[in-house]
């Protein structure tokens, strides 16, 4: 089983729609999760971070941690063009490495 | 921007030839990465550093080699390209150990 694993999608939506990508890890130590969005021929940027569980609101962006049953969230509301990207989540693996997903690929259609 | 230059940002090269590429980064962070992005498998780590000479191995090292002589620069090579290496290259830096890490813009690799 992958550490972490993510609905490669595509994903389609309307602009304004709401956006839910999320992802499952295997080990319930993991207390930080990160999302990052790339942009096509891009490097990956940090989008959001949290810590343990509940919820982080950034914006129009909100991750949330359900750390009972291993699962990571992130919310987009009022879903925008320039929102379309790559959403990579992640969880540190030590002090120098992250667990990627493999990413969910977000269109938003204007 | 992260004050990440990666070069050369786009490569073809035959098997058998030995490839570097080169992270220069201006941000004076003291861990710099190299990781490649394959479809399927994500973003997987090859090499990172802690400090100048300081290296270390990462998930899928084999075939590949590093070297940090300044804190500016991290190079990855390639000592015989096969084309299992064809890949996007992205290096990264973060300033401590655990910190963010913010990534460059990629080098694409093609090896024919």
Redesign the interface.
């Given at each position: 089983q992958k550490e972490v694993e993510q609905d490669p999608g595509p994903l389609s939506v309307p602009e304004g729609a709401i956006v839910s990508l999320n992802c499952t890890y295997s080990n319930s130590a993991f207390q930080y999760f990160m999302w990052y969005r790339q942009y096509s021929r891009k490097g990956p940027e940090l989008l959001m971070y949290t810590y343990s569980s509940g919820n982080k609101e950034d914006g129009r962006f909100t991750a949330q941690v359900d750390k009972s049953s291993k699962y990571i969230s992130l919310f987009i509301r009022d879903s925008q063009p320039s929102d379309s990207a790559t959403y990579l989540c992640a969880i540190p693996r030590g002090a120098n490495n992250l667990f990627f997903g493999t990413g969910t690929r977000l269109t938003v259609i204007p | 921007d992260a004050g990440?230059t990666q070069s050369p940002r786009h490569k073809v090269t035959e098997t058998g030839t030995p490839v570097t590429l080169r992270c220069h980064q201006t941000e004076n962070h003291r861990?710099m990465?190299w990781y490649r992005q394959d479809?399927?498998?994500?973003?997987?780590?090859i090499h990172?550093s802690?400090g100048v000479k300081d290296t270390?191995k990462?998930?899928v090292s084999d075939g590949y080699s590093v070297s940090r002589s300044k804190t500016e620069d991290f190079l990855l090579t390639l000592e015989s390209a096969t084309s299992s290496q064809t890949s996007v290259y992205?290096c990264?830096i973060s300033w401590t150990?655990?910190n963010?890490?913010?990534?460059?813009?990629?080098s694409w690799l093609t090896v024919v």
């Open positions: - | 990440i861990y990465y479809p399927g498998h994500g973003l997987r780590l990172y802690y270390d990462g998930e992205f990264a150990e655990g963010t890490i913010y990534f460059g813009e990629g």
